[in-house]
Every structure is written in structure tokens, then in C-alpha cells.
């Protein structure tokens, strides 16, 4: 792993600072909920009175501590660890270390057992299931060491060895999480001449790919100008199908449309490069006519009720139901552009709200396409049965629904018979 020195400067610039009181037990760890792209806590002074509950002894040379409480939410891969600046030795230094475990204070389960951190720009990436981790940072000679240290998603793409799938690739990616190797001869287009901090992204090219490929870069936090290049897998430079070697493209900043890179690609395989200008330190989103739409996994969703719309109507006497609900996933969890779909009892899927029918209890599951010509679908979802709502009936021999009689009256049933007038009198 290439040591390299960040600017905190300009990441204070990008997302300020948010270091909170020293904290030098389990118990009082600073809790953080890490985000797709890193959030520093600059200037952290390892403290006394680690309780070291659960701690591996060979972990606890010395006293002097910092804890943290890391949540991995739901969707992410794991935690990257960035320590961009310390005052502890200088680089390849040894001073420092780092556990990460699960479980709670005190009945704690080592994930990461004693790593000696390096500094001066060292990252660390650790795939771990979403949940929440405490992370303790030692100083095995107890002289006062004071760090910087950022906590994000862990990330693939650091390197041209370890690049991201670009037909998978969402979501927010940050140019100053990556800390691989550049390619071995180098990259040499009209700005890239070097890839200090580089996402690298791998796609393919075939007969049925639309042309020309287009990529582009948006929501665009950064503190300079950034560049985005497509190369080969082995990092030479591309000639596109009408013989023009393909430079870098560069200077693209904060609000330029997308896309900013559009090239007719032989069939092949390729890497395509984003960097910030001059080492400059960003995050994007990312768009490609590669990207495949994703479709989440609808499987575990909890269900949820869903109200009957006033479109619903009754299949057997017709009129509209009253009360009851569907139960079915809720259908937020179907990213934007995408429609929820239902099933009665594994039947077509529809977008259409279901129709009840009294006289059954019905199962339903749910999916979501994910792209315009509905050739892209979840997961479906587990099935789950539906409250049923009151039909009319009219013809149960009971007195349900709106009916004024038995099976008469309302605004559903026939009208009811007119009521026997009693007489009075000598017969």
C-alpha cells in the first residue's frame, strides 16, 4: 500500500470538522454512523482510563486509548479506515494500532485483532456485515500521540487490480478513499499524467453495446476541478473506431451536464479512470450507458399496510369494498423510476392496487422493475395475505355491508319490500 500525505486542508474545505471530546473508554466511545464517503475527526489525542474490557492483552501494551462506536447501516460493505496525518513517528511507523470488534462493552469479539496502523495518508479496508463495531486506537508508548481519522464505506476501486464493476456501480464514490497502486507504466493523456487517488471502474464493450459510450460525472463535491479517462486493462491508451487515441478529460467542476465523455469504443475490455485535478480531493456520483439499472432484494421486506384505493371494486356484486388492506412490501424500497408490481396467488404481476373479492382471502406478492421495458425485476417478495374488506353481498341471507335488511336496501342491494302495516278491528 503507497503512503501518500493528504491535504487537510481541503478536507476540512469539503466536510469540515467534527471531532467531539476525547474518549478514552468502551463505554464512552464517540458513536458514528459512517456515510458513503469519509467524515474526519482531525486532531484526536488518545486519553487515559481505557477499560479495556474484552480488549486482547497483547493489545494493551500501553494505557493511553480512543474509542469509537461505528455503525454499518444496512447496504453497506464494511468500514474504510483513512489516517491521513499523526503525531506519532513518521511513515511505516508502528506507534499506533488498531482493533475493531463487535458484540458490547465489555463481552467484546475481536474483528480486527491489533493491526499496527501506518500514517501520513495509510487506509484500511475491512468488509464487515452491517451492525455496529467499537473501534480502539492504542499507543503502545503511552507518549501523547494525536492523529486525524476518517471512517467511510469500504470501497473497491482503489486500484486497477481492485476496480469497481461499472454495470453495478451507485451510489457516491470519494477519490481521497482510494489509496492503491496507479497503473504500472502510467497513464499518459493530456491532464492524467498520474493517479495519486484514483477510482478505477472496469467495463466491457460488445457487438450489442450502444454507441457511442458515454460517461459522466454529478453531484460533484469537490475543492478543484476533476478528470475522468477510459484506458485499457493494461493501462495503455485507447484508440476509439475512427483511429483518434482517446486523451483525459479534464476540468470538469461542480454543475457541468453530463455526460462529459463520449467515445466510440471497439468491442473490448477497459478501465475508466476519476480523479481530481492536481490531487484534488472529491466525491460524484457517477453515469454511463453501461450502468445497469439495480433492483433491490424485496425478499426480507417487512410488510406493510396499504389502504384500499377508491378504485378498488367488488368482483362478485360489484360497489366498493369497505375496510381491509393489502399487505404488501412498502413500495419506497423500489428505487425512483422504478414501478411496484403486484401478484394475486402467483398470477401476472400488475401495477394495479388488486380488487378485493369477499369470499376469498387472497395472497399477494410484490416485485419492482427497475427499467423502462420492464426487463429488469427484483427479487419477489415473500408472500403475505390480504385483510379482505366488506362487499356487498346481497345475497347471504345476512344483514352486512350498507345493507338497511337482510340482503336488501343500501346503495348496493335491491330496495327492501315495503314493511306490513298492523290493522285494527272487529272480525
Do not use: K
Not at 52 to 71: D, H, I, K, Q, R
Not at 162 to 191: H, I, K, M, R, W
Request: net charge negative; proline share 6%; glycine share 12%.
Amino acid at each position: 500500500m503507497r503512503i501518500r500525505i493528504i491535504c487537510l486542508m481541503a478536507l476540512l474545505v469539503l466536510y469540515g470538522a467534527n471531532e467531539l471530546a476525547a474518549q478514552g473508554t468502551c463505554a464512552t466511545a464517540v458513536q458514528y454512523t459512517i456515510a458513503e464517503c469519509n467524515s474526519f475527526f482531525p486532531n484526536v489525542t488518545l486519553t487515559t482510563d481505557d477499560d479495556s474490557g474484552g480488549v486482547n492483552p497483547s493489545c494493551t501494551e500501553g494505557s493511553l486509548a480512543y474509542w469509537y462506536e461505528v455503525t454499518v447501516p444496512a447496504g453497506f460493505g464494511g468500514i474504510g479506515v483513512s489516517l491521513p496525518w499523526s503525531s506519532v513517528g513518521g511513515p511505516g511507523s508502528e506507534d499506533l494500532r488498531m482493533s475493531i470488534y463487535s458484540g458490547s462493552c465489555g463481552a467484546l469479539v475481536s474483528e480486527v485483532d491489533c493491526e499496527d496502523v501506518r500514517v501520513f495518508g495509510a487506509r484500511y479496508e475491512y468488509p464487515l456485515a452491517p451492525g455496529t463495531y467499537y473501534v480502539r486506537f492504542s499507543d503502545i508508548n503511552d507518549d501523547g500521540a494525536n492523529f486525524d481519522v476518517a471512517f467511510n464505506n469500504y470501497q473497491s476501486g482503489d486500484d486497477p487490480n481492485n476496480p469497481v464493476d461499472l454495470e453495478t456501480a451507485n451510489g457516491l464514490y470519494c477519490n481521497f478513499s482510494a489509496q492503491g497502486e496507479g497503473c504500472a507504466n502510467g497513464v499518459s493523456g493530456n491532464c492524467l499524467f498520474t493517479e495519486d487517488n484514483s477510482i478505477y471502474y472496469s467495463f466491457s464493450v460488445d457487438a450489442s453495446t450502444q454507441q457511442p459510450v458515454e460517461f459522466g460525472l454529478e453531484n460533484i463535491v469537490c475543492a478543484g476541478e476533476m478528470q475522468i479517462q477510459v484506458i485499457n486493462l493494461d493501462c495503455t491508451r485507447v484508440v476509439d473506431n475512427n483511429g483518434v487515441t482517446l486523451n483525459a478529460v479534464c476540468q470538469i467542476v461542480t454543475g457541468d451536464p453530463a455526460p462529459q465523455y463520449v467515445a466510440d469504443l471497439p468491442v473490448g475490455d477497459y478501465l475508466l479512470i476519476v480523479d481530481g485535478e492536481s490531487g484534488d480531493l472529491c466525491s460524484w456520483g457517477l453515469t454511463s450507458t453501461i450502468i445497469q439499472p439495480s433492483c433491490p432484494d424485496l425478499s426480507a421486506v417487512s410488510p406493510a399496510e396499504i389502504v384500499i384505493d377508491t378504485e378498488s371494486t367488488c368482483t362478485t356484486f360489484g360497489g366498493s369494498p369497505t375496510g381491509g388492506a393489502y399487505s404488501a412490501p412498502v413500495p419506497t424500497n423500489c428505487p425512483a423510476g422504478s414501478t411496484l408490481e403486484y401478484s394475486i396467488d402467483g398470477g401476472t404481476f400488475s401495477a394495479t392496487l388488486p380488487t378485493y373479492n369477499s369470499g376469498t382471502s387472497e395472497t399477494i406478492t410484490t416485485r419492482c422493475t427497475c427499467d423502462s421495458d420492464g426487463s429488469i425485476t427484483s427479487t419477489v417478495s415473500s408472500g403475505v395475505s390480504s385483510t379482505i374488506g366488506v362487499c356487498p353481498t346481497c345475497s347471504d341471507q345476512m344483514m352486512n355491508g350498507a345493507e338497511t335488511g337482510v340482503d336488501c336496501g343500501g346503495p348496493d342491494c335491491p330496495a327492501c319490500p315495503p314493511a306490513c302495516v298492523p290493522n285494527a278491528g272487529n272480525f
